[in-house]
């Protein structure tokens, strides 16, 4: 297994069969581009079989924490470390970039993940409760440039 930071909108699009829908090249290469967005891939014998997406956050009284997006890992390759080889490769990375933290959020029956989680070291800090504002479409539909 090798772990890759994608640098290029064709990366993250080879890889598009991971992520939940396909990918839109807009929003890969907006991704890419922004400062503290990090992508990495974990590829098996040269094929994507995994990914994790990273975001910085920056406060001004607390630093910079790295939050864990999404982690994803193709079906026949589950099972088999590349969950936690990304979970890990994202903390590494954080800490090299100064984070003082990385957090993700986890759903409650989300066996596989959490237990990937953990296996990279995290741990259950206490329940916290995420509320959301959905303003339909799935994304970006209908607005231009991302602003209303």
């Not at 581009?33 to 994790?52: K, Q, S, T």
Request: glycine letters at 16%.
């Amino acid at each position: 297994m090798d772990i890759r930071r994608a640098t290029t909108v064709g990366e993250l699009l080879a890889a598009g069969r991971l992520f939940d829908a396909p990918p839109r090249e807009e929003w890969a290469a907006r991704f890419l581009a922004a400062p503290g967005h990090v992508l990495l891939i974990a590829y098996v014998d040269g094929a994507p079989a995994g990914f994790v997406t990273g975001i910085e956050m920056l406060h001004p009284d607390k630093g910079t924490e790295m939050c864990l997006y999404e982690l994803g890992v193709d079906g026949p390759h589950r099972r088999r470390g590349i969950g936690k080889a990304l979970a890990l490769a994202l903390v590494d990375l954080a800490r090299k970039r100064g984070c003082y933290d990385v957090w993700v959020g986890v759903e409650p029956d989300n066996g596989a993940a959490s237990a990937a989680y953990r296996s990279a070291g995290a741990r259950d800090d206490g329940r916290f409760a995420m509320l959301t504002w959905e303003f339909g479409g799935g994304g970006q539909e209908g607005v231009e440039g991302g602003q209303p």
